[in-house]
């Protein structure tokens, strides 16, 4: 069996709380979630991103807590999200070590059952803040970015939030020639990404939705500005393969969920956001997905082919 456990926008900062984000109490929240997850002993933990916001300290403070979690025996596989990058440029670099990541920041691993050799998986992280104004280090990456933005402008005219960014077209070919290998492997495919791109509507619950949530559609966040700016092109990626069966993300706190394309999305809930807590366990099977939630994450059964 195969079995990970997932946190996402613990968002961890000594600041005072601000729109509905419980920033210092993400500490304890987080600690909570690590002990159950320890105790568990799964394969590792997925840490979907925004680990602390604002300010160096922040970040030094969640790494030694990530370090407590490998003193419990915790494996974590980190993805880059915004709020990561909000220190000074000059940490940038060391931002990306300090999550075991080289830049550009995207990666991937192979996970195996080793009680059954047909429920092999691929995972593939991406870095959506690959091309973004906060991300940048330079003027010149900063100039680039600004730039993206203003080419991916939404349907009503307006340009995506600038807390947003895009994945360049190395990584893009990068994600097509790795869903091929895993085909070639036969392996079963999760990519990972800070940012959201497909969700039905009935599992939303928020002011920018809820009129869409009143009948089931499908949402695109690309298309409302709120995720990558060119998260289309990946899912035209996706498309492609049918290895691919789950596409797993944070970012946005209240979570949703839905099935496109026999594609499993889920966007898991923010801790900062979330009372009492919210973390979930995930077991990969040959032919299904569980999603475990725990606390205030809902769980879900996708069966597949």
Same mark, same amino acid.
């Given at each position: 069996m195969i079995r990970f456990a997932v946190i996402a926008d613990v968002q961890y900062g000594d600041l005072d709380d601000s729109i509905g984000r419980f920033y210092r109490a993400s500490l304890s929240k987080y600690l909570l979630a690590a002990g159950e997850i320890a105790a568990e002993k799964v394969d590792f933990v997925l840490q979907l991103g925004d680990a602390s916001q604002t300010a160096w300290a922040n970040h030094a403070a969640v790494c030694e807590l990530f370090k407590v979690g490998e003193e419990a025996g915790i494996t974590w596989r980190h993805v880059l999200g915004n709020h990561d990058f909000l220190v000074p440029d000059e940490k940038k670099d060391q931002?990306?070590?300090?999550?075991?990541?080289?830049?550009? !920041?995207?990666?991937?691993?192979?996970v195996k059952d080793p009680d059954d050799p047909e429920n092999a998986w691929r995972f593939i992280v991406l870095n959506g803040n690959e091309i973004s104004e #906060?991300? &940048?280090?330079?003027?010149?990456?900063?100039?680039?970015?600004?730039?993206?933005?203003?080419?991916? *402008?939404? &349907? /009503?005219?307006?340009?995506?939030? /600038?807390?947003?960014? =895009?994945? =360049?077209?190395?990584?893009?070919?990068?994600?097509?020639?790795?869903?091929?290998s895993a085909t070639q492997n036969k392996e079963k495919a999760i990519v990972c990404s800070h940012f959201p791109l497909f969700a039905n509507s009935k599992s939303l619950d928020s002011k920018r939705t809820r009129l869409a949530s009143l009948v089931s559609m499908g949402i695109y966040y690309s298309q409302m500005g709120v995720s990558t700016w060119n998260g289309?092109?990946?899912?035209?990626?996706?498309? *492609?393969?049918?290895? $691919?069966? &789950?596409?797993?993300?944070?970012?946005?706190?209240?979570? =949703? #969920?839905?099935?496109? *394309?026999?594609?499993?999305? $889920?966007?898991?809930? !923010?801790?900062? @956001?979330?009372?009492? /807590?919210? #973390?979930?366990? $995930?077991?990969?099977?040959?032919?299904?997905? @569980?999603?475990?939630g725990r606390d205030a994450q809902p769980s879900f059964q996708f069966d597949f082919e």
């Open positions: 931002l990306y070590a300090d999550f075991g990541l080289e830049k550009p !920041g995207y990666y991937e691993f192979p #906060y991300a &940048a280090q330079t003027d010149e990456e900063r100039e680039r970015a600004k730039e993206e933005r203003k080419r991916r *402008k939404l &349907a /009503n005219g307006e340009l995506p939030h /600038n807390y947003n960014g =895009s994945v =360049s077209q190395r990584q893009l070919q990068w994600l097509d020639e790795r869903l091929q289309q092109e990946i899912l035209d990626v996706l498309d *492609k393969y049918d290895c $691919v069966k &789950a596409y797993f993300a944070g970012h946005l706190h209240e979570g =949703s #969920y839905g099935v496109r *394309k026999n594609v499993m999305h $889920v966007t898991f809930k !923010g801790i900062v @956001e979330t009372s009492p /807590n919210t #973390y979930a366990f $995930v077991k990969l099977s040959p032919n299904s997905i @569980e999603v475990e």
